[in-house]
């Protein structure tokens, strides 16, 4: 019996996944029941352990007899799979904790999932658990599979799934009973699945860590519909994908309706900011569909890692090898640059046709043994770091020929190659032979590229730097700050005051009034100044025409204090307006939006994008879980054009970069010392010139 690795794994969970035996409760005898399907699959399987099958009326099956409970039933007993109904799964999972038994898989259906009748009865089954110190699986779940043990705890038909390198978890049992049978014809094979139905105890995140332990998987796939416990998988699934990658395809992206919000930020983050933010955090890819979740989670089983982005593309054909080309640059990788001495060893083999420029094109003429000796030459180039092999049917040979010949020089590289294996019935040999060889094949391109893109993509995760700067800060003065504050927004000197405390910079926020208390604070500000409406029922000022700038003198910020008054009591009548805030103007500069919003599954998240006034409809921001680390800080940079533009743009000389990181850090650090700030806005960040800092010209806080 196929043992876990060193890890540490709890007693319910070890005898749920290597059980020394094994009890169904419901075996039956017809046929036509679940009950028989399982007991037949759990006797064939080829499990080593014991088998014991209870039905309430006694008898045989299979040549077993079938006991009249459980706690009839004899040692070795770990496991029990309750297949009855659901009405009657309480008394008997009572028994089953009086037996002694450390796990039970809940198979039947009847339960959160049909109402609240269920529900309550869910409840009860969990409360029985945690008495008797069980774990459960399920309920409303078809079981798990483990091909090394071997064990198939399924009701499904034969025959199981082909052993292989994939561990797959998922929130429906559907996919897999579909994903079985897919599998067989895909050339790819699982170590384990397992079904999590409802999650009443055990779910994808207690299961992570222990299923990973095990040597015989070498990826996880998840299916999830939700994460009940956010935080939790975050720091569950980073410390196993630093390890094995995890790959997942998480559904229901568009189920969650707009949330009411009174910032840029929390209009932005939605449900998949967060979910984006939390996979990147946990070092978890994101596939976006069934099909691209196993395209990836086989090239990872099956392949090196590449060193950088630039690829080469060998082909016999035009039309695919520029649609590969296409495909890597939309996947973000390039087409390398052949070394000179690899464009004349390949003008040495090819004919004068032949392109020796990447992507390389042999003609439709080319011989296995001239495709072979291509490939070795573009492994061979220190500036390719993977190579895409196009495989039309061959004119004159059989394809399976070309694959004999690539397959000995593919599994000697330390560099990834796909073959993007294209047609069906004439190339089913070679595929066939790939598949033996453990070398991903795809029918198209476009999928081969994607799946070396997730390579590098894995590559670049474990390459990255996850610590966290430590910046500091002053949370006990402003915890005693924020202790009184009311639900709302804060004052503008509030907010100001915990920015201070936190080593935010903010510009200095004055309220007036009257025109003539905001002529006086601008001179003793220093001209040219900024006016602003002041009102907690205002939130996005220049939508009323509250904002007026570059007021250059005392009797143009009377005035303007006076139009700003008259423009937002005409465009919200019933707001509280309790004056005009002055502030002084800073030199250009680049303007950024900085935000923070407390999500309910995953805890505070920060936006970092294109500021202004445009900011909902460029929507050029990214999210990231708080606080940041400096892997986080550099997805926020790098993947926003307000982010690259720091660097300078044409016309646009750079700006202070490291003063935005820093910023990036402390207001994810003020985010995670209080949950209670539901909302952080800076609306412009005025980003200055390299090594003279940003200062926040607009600050919105609201508490919960």
Known sequence: MMQPSSTPTQPG??????????ALIGASTDPSRLGYGMARNMLHSGYPGKVYLVNLHGGSLFGQPMYQSILQVPDPLDLAVLLIPAASIPAVLRQCGERGVQAAIIAAGGFREIGAEGAAREAEISAIARQ??????????????????????????????????????????????ALIDWARSQGFGFSRLISLGNQADLCETDLLAPVAADPATRVLTLYLESLPDGPHFVEQAFQVSRHKPVVALKVGRFASGQRAAASHTGALAGQESAYEAAFRRAGVVRANTTEELFDWAHALAWCPLPKGSAMAVLTNAGGPGVTAADALEANGLSLAELQPETTAALGKL???????????????????????????????????????????????????????????IIKGSTKPVVIALMGERLIEPAAELLRQAHIPEYRFPERAASALAVLYRRSQMLSQ????????????????????????????????????????????????????????????????????????DIPHKSDVNGVLLNLEDEL????????????????????????????????????????????????????????????EGLKDVAFALAPLTNADADTLLQSTWAGEKLNGFRSLPPADRAAVREALFRLGQLAADFPRLAEIEINPLRVLEPGQGAVALDIRIRAA
């Open 13 to 22: 969970i070890h005898a749920l996944l290597y059980p020394r035996g094994i």
């Open 132 to 177: 008797y110190k069980m774990r459960l699986l399920g309920p409303n779940c078809i079981g798990l599979i483990d091909t090394s043990l071997p064990l198939n705890v399924t009701f499904l038909p034969p025959p199981g799934p082909p052993a292989g390198e994939l561990a797959f978890l998922s929130h429906s049992g559907a996919i897999c009973a």
């Open 350 to 408: 090819l004919a004068p046709p032949a392109s020796l420029h990447n992507p390389v094109d042999i003609l439709a003429s080319a011989t296995p043994e001239l495709y072979s000796a291509c490939l070795q030459l573009l492994l061979g180039d220190a500036n390719v770091q993977g190579v895409l092999v196009i495989l039309p049917p061959p004119p004159t040979h059989a394809a399976e020929e070309e694959a004999k010949q690539l397959i000995p």
């Open 465 to 536: 730097d996850h610590s966290t700067p430590n910046y500091p800060v002053q949370e006990q003065r402003a915890r005693q700050l924020l202790t009184n504050v009311p639900t709302g927004f804060l004052d503008a000197e509030t907010a100001s005051h915990l920015f201070q405390l936190y080593g935010l910079p903010s510009l200095p926020m004055r309220l007036a009034a009257d025109p003539d208390q905001a002529a006086q604070l601008a001179v003793e500000l220093g001209f040219p100044v900024a006016l602003k409406v002041a009102s907690p």
């Open 556 to 615: 143009s910020v009377r005035q303007g204090y006076q139009t700003i008054l008259a423009n937002a009591r005409q465009a919200c009548p019933q707001a509280v307006i309790q004056g005009v805030h002055v502030q002084r103007m800073l030199p250009a500069g680049q303007d950024v939006i900085l935000g923070a919003v407390q999500d309910a599954q995953f805890g505070p998240l920060v936006m970092f994008g294109s500021g202004g006034i445009e900011v």
